[in-house]
């Protein structure tokens, strides 16, 4: 490949991986936007839905591709976003007017209950978990999409996967953002994120409004646990540690509480990432990337999208 096809190459890897680190990120995002809350639990929710759509090829292989593709799309989300939710409901809830460390600790008490649930998951006795003979190792995903090149003879590899990405993320984020913008719902949001007191006296329902967000943002990330998983072909139960790290350095580079800023920061850090694999060693990775947002935020605390605010103390 000359130097031009291998730098469209990353372009493409880049661009794919970040928009399923910026669906990841609008979870994030969305919810400190609403509460303030950092829910560091969201990769490892992340996690058990690429483990629920597992679950799921494995109930469903009988039936065909195309089926089975669409049934992933509407019930990982729905599972992810229903348990987002419970545990808003379950736990968050009551501690919305506590100090902030005790959401947090009780966001990472949270993420270490949903990773070791994928431990006890991938143990499971089914031909997809491998008979549960090691819960621990990694799981291949059967590679329901097409890996051949959609370009033809092309050295640049642009396959079905690829185009998976763009057609579901695309409209998706598009979505969102109009319904964040354009709805009674998504205003109501906006009214809570601005001033939940406020909110409140106009009648709004604040603890349900934040409710719908958890259950947004949960959707969101098993939208993005499908699109990960057909796309890589590989789960294991600590991925949302890393996952998770990725989404919040994108939300944080971009602006968190941004939506735009969440998709912004996760393009980039998929980018930083591709280029990084290809022209740098691999162990460099993380610097690069790490650099980048301490780059940014020298010059730009709030995030490149983040609008810049006052603090009362």
Aim: proline share 3%; hydrophobic share 55%.
């Amino acid at each position: 490949m000359s130097g031009g096809e291998v730098f469209l190459q990353q372009l493409i890897i880049g661009l794919s991986n970040g928009m399923i680190i910026a669906l990841i990120a609008l979870g994030y995002t969305m919810v400190y936007g609403i509460i303030e809350l950092i829910n560091f639990a969201h990769g490892d929710l992340f996690m058990l839905g690429c483990f629920c759509a597992l679950t799921l090829v494995g109930l469903l292989g009988s039936l065909p591709v195309a089926v089975v593709f669409v049934l992933l799309l509407v019930l990982a989300p729905l599972f992810c976003g229903g348990l987002n939710w419970l545990v808003d409901r379950l736990a968050y809830r009551h501690l919305r007017e506590s100090t902030r460390l005790a959401p947090l600790v009780s966001a990472i008490g949270v993420s270490f209950v949903f990773m070791n649930n994928g431990l006890l998951w991938g143990g499971l006795p089914m031909d997809v978990f491998g008979m549960g003979q090691a819960a621990a190792a990694p799981k291949d995903f059967p590679s329901l999409v097409s890996n051949a090149n959609l370009l033809g003879n092309s050295e640049v590899l642009f396959t079905a996967k690829d185009l998976m990405v763009l057609t579901i993320t695309l409209p998706l984020m598009i979505a969102l953002t109009w319904f964040v913008k354009r709805t009674r719902a998504g205003i109501a949001m906006r009214a809570v994120a601005q001033d939940r007191l406020a909110a409140r006296l106009m009648g709004i329902p604040v603890d349900r409004v934040i409710g719908q967000t958890f259950l947004i943002g949960g959707g969101l990330a098993g939208v993005a646990s499908v699109i990960f998983a057909l796309y890589n072909n590989t789960i294991y139960f600590q991925m949302g540690y890393r996952a998770g790290i990725d989404a919040f350095t994108a939300a944080v580079l971009g602006g968190i509480g941004s939506l735009p800023g969440a998709v912004l920061g996760g393009l980039i850090i998929g980018l930083a990432r591709a280029f990084s694999d290809q022209y740098l060693e691999t162990q460099w990775t993380n610097v690069l990337v790490f650099a980048v947002l301490i780059l940014v935020l020298v010059f730009r605390p709030s995030g490149l999208l983040g609008a810049k605010q006052k603090e009362k103390v």
